[in-house]
């Protein structure tokens, strides 16, 4: 059990290498993908995928008919808000608002944990939010403060907002909600009710709004985003919140917006600043901190 736990504790750092690949992919898959359709189509990948290794389940109707409800839900969530909504946010805001809303998420679930489910707070953890956020925000406004007074809201900024409140209650419910399925068999089936929430919006977009096109760049796009930000990221949260529960493994989001700035070194010419350095540095105490509780 020791063990397991201190694998759950470096996947804590290992994971958000993985779900900050989602930034790859909101800044290079849309140029080529209406967002809505990347969405559901990488969702839709990853079913298939998944199904290959567990297809079993269709042996198991009576369980799948048990908990439909729960799984369309953490599909909805999960896949479907927090899969689309992100790429709808970035057509009408900037980077920097996405940022500093989306890591409100850990916020939320602390919260909703707190008064629903009665887990319990301490001035560690406490400490450990506000190093995480300190760090981000420095990370997000580059070092320059006033950038903060002179944040401009859009209806981007709502929807940014809505994958933030969407993953704290994915996050929550995965762990609360208890299934009579093996772990890759649940998410097997989250990624299809994920798929299945996202197709009439998908057809809204198809018909109404934007045609997707699918050549290479299609496939190419939807396949990264369905294993790494996707099947890798979503199976190592998943496998960290089952020890570690929902509020510590939330904290992930901090980690997932420091490493999506050294993304941005690597693939999109930004440079390495001291500000990277500080804000890093303060994401990682806060996690420690976050860490450190479970064992005093």
Same mark, same amino acid.
């Given at each position: 059990m020791i063990k397991k736990e201190l694998l759950a504790y470096a996947l804590l750092i290992i994971q958000p290498i993985f779900m900050a690949s989602n930034l790859v992919v909101a800044r290079g898959g849309v140029?080529?993908?209406?967002? $809505?359709?990347? #969405? +559901?189509?990488?969702?839709?990948?990853? +079913?298939?995928?998944?199904?290959?290794f567990n297809y079993k389940i269709f042996s198991k @109707?009576?369980? /799948?008919?048990?908990? *439909?409800?729960?799984? +369309?839900?953490?599909?909805?969530m999960g896949c479907g808000v927090c899969g689309a909504f992100p790429f709808i946010a970035g057509q009408t805001t900037t980077i920097i608002n996405m940022?500093?809303?989306?890591?409100?998420?850990?916020?939320?679930?602390?919260?909703?944990?707190?008064?629903?489910?009665?887990?319990?707070?301490?001035?560690?953890?406490? #400490?450990?939010?506000?190093?995480?956020?300190?760090? &981000?925000?420095? $990370?997000?406004? @580059? =070092?320059? *403060?006033l950038a903060l007074i002179k944040l401009k809201f859009t209806k981007g900024d709502i929807w940014m907002l809505g994958a933030s409140i969407g993953w704290a209650l994915y996050s929550i419910f995965l762990f609360y909600w208890k299934s009579s399925f093996k772990v890759f068999e649940r998410f097997t089936l989250i990624s299809f009710f994920g798929a299945l929430s996202l197709l009439p919006f998908?057809?809204?977009?198809?018909? *109404?709004?934007?045609?997707?096109? +699918?050549?290479?760049?299609? &496939?190419?796009?939807?396949?990264? #985003?369905a294993v790494s930000p996707g099947i890798i990221a979503f199976s190592l949260y998943t496998y960290a919140q089952r020890y570690l529960g929902a509020t510590t493994t939330g904290f992930t989001l901090y980690l997932f917006t420091v490493y999506g700035a050294f993304y941005g070194i690597l693939f999109f010419g930004e440079s390495l600043k001291t500000f990277h350095i500080y =804000?890093?540095?303060?994401?990682?105490?806060?996690? *420690?901190? /976050?860490?450190? @509780?479970k064992n005093v």
């Open positions: 140029e080529f993908i209406p967002p $809505i359709s990347l #969405a +559901f189509w990488r969702w839709l990948t990853v +079913f298939f995928i998944l199904l290959l @109707k009576k369980i /799948v008919f048990k908990e *439909y409800k729960k799984l +369309f839900f953490l599909g909805f940022g500093i809303i989306y890591t409100s998420s850990p916020i939320f679930i602390i919260l909703l944990c707190y008064f629903f489910f009665k887990e319990k707070m301490n001035l560690l953890k406490i #400490a450990g939010l506000i190093s995480c956020l300190i760090g &981000v925000i420095i $990370i997000i406004v @580059k =070092g320059d *403060y998908y057809l809204i977009e198809e018909i *109404y709004i934007k045609n997707t096109t +699918f050549d290479l760049n299609f &496939v190419t796009w939807v396949i990264f #985003a =804000g890093s540095i303060l994401v990682f105490l806060g996690v *420690y901190l /976050v860490k450190y @509780k």
